[in-house]
């Protein structure tokens, strides 16, 4: 499956994004997808992930409470509803494809990655 996330910008603290992750090549219902972010200089971590469905969804503490993982079929899309962000919230943020049963954050569960999309969030 092939990804193409799109979304990101600059925004100012407290502020909101929302950042969608097309897939295209494969049945987009038979991955659980992710939302990973790389800051810089600092190692990848998950954010959020969902069920195959849509009905089971995992978040990092760092985030719950402000994102929101959703996914549409029909659409071949998720996406990762931002608010109240932080400047620590500043990152490179990656979707990625699982071809497996279990919502999971581990990043070794997936299988394909996106190109990334650039959150900025300024103090």
């Known amino acids: 499956v092939q990804l193409q996330a799109s979304g990101g910008g600059l925004v100012q603290t407290g502020g909101s994004l929302r950042l969608s992750c097309a897939a295209s090549?494969?049945?987009?219902?038979?991955?659980?997808m992710g939302w990973f972010r790389q800051a810089p200089g600092k190692e990848r971590e998950a954010a959020a992930a969902?069920?195959?469905?849509?009905?089971?969804?995992d978040y990092a503490e760092s985030v719950k409470g402000r994102f929101t993982i959703s996914r549409d079929n029909a659409k071949n899309t998720v996406y990762l509803q931002m608010n109240n962000l932080k400047p620590e919230d500043t990152a490179v943020y990656y979707c990625?494809?699982?071809?497996?049963?279990?919502?999971?954050?581990?990043?070794?569960?997936?299988?394909?990655w996106g190109q990334g999309t650039l959150v900025t969030v300024s103090s």
């Open positions: 090549g494969s049945t987009f219902s038979r991955y659980v």
């Open positions: 969902i069920s195959r469905s849509g009905g089971s969804t």
């Open positions: 990625a494809a699982g071809y497996g049963t279990s919502v999971t954050t581990r990043a070794a569960r997936y299988d394909s």
